[in-house]
Nanobody, 124 residues
């Protein structure tokens, strides 16, 4: 069982940066691949980024490649999402998720545990 708590969301102007954090409970955090997803009003939840249990593999949605970076600190049971050059279309609730998987799968259905989400709003 893993409990996830996101933080770091807020209001930022276009072109700005935010760093999201996701703190996980439990002693087996390092076993889990971690993902970030987002959901804007009226839209489906979409994949943003994911990282393998070791941190050796990452994957990004095309819309955020080159702007967002996912990382993790297993000793601190935390995964991060550094978001740079933010755009108004990045506005959404951002969720972190965890799953035991050998290969990163960029689909929400593959993840077992979810946080409550943190709001990111980018103004133009």
């Amino acid at each position: 069982q893993v409990q996830l708590v996101e933080s770091g969301g807020g209001l930022v102007q276009a072109g700005g940066s935010l760093r999201l954090s996701c703190a996980a409970s439990g002693r087996t955090f390092s076993r889990y691949a971690m993902g970030w997803f987002r959901q804007a009003p009226g839209k489906e939840r979409e994949f943003v980024a994911a990282i393998s249990w070791s941190g050796g593999s990452t994957d990004y949605a095309d819309s955020v490649k080159g702007r967002f970076t996912i990382s993790r600190a297993n000793a601190k049971n935390t995964v991060f999402l550094q978001m740079n050059s933010l755009k108004p279309e990045d506005t959404a609730v951002y969720y972190c998720a965890a799953a035991v998987m050998a290969n990163i799968i960029p689909r929400p259905i593959a993840y077992d545990y979810w946080g409550q989400g943190t709001q990111v709003t980018v103004s133009s």
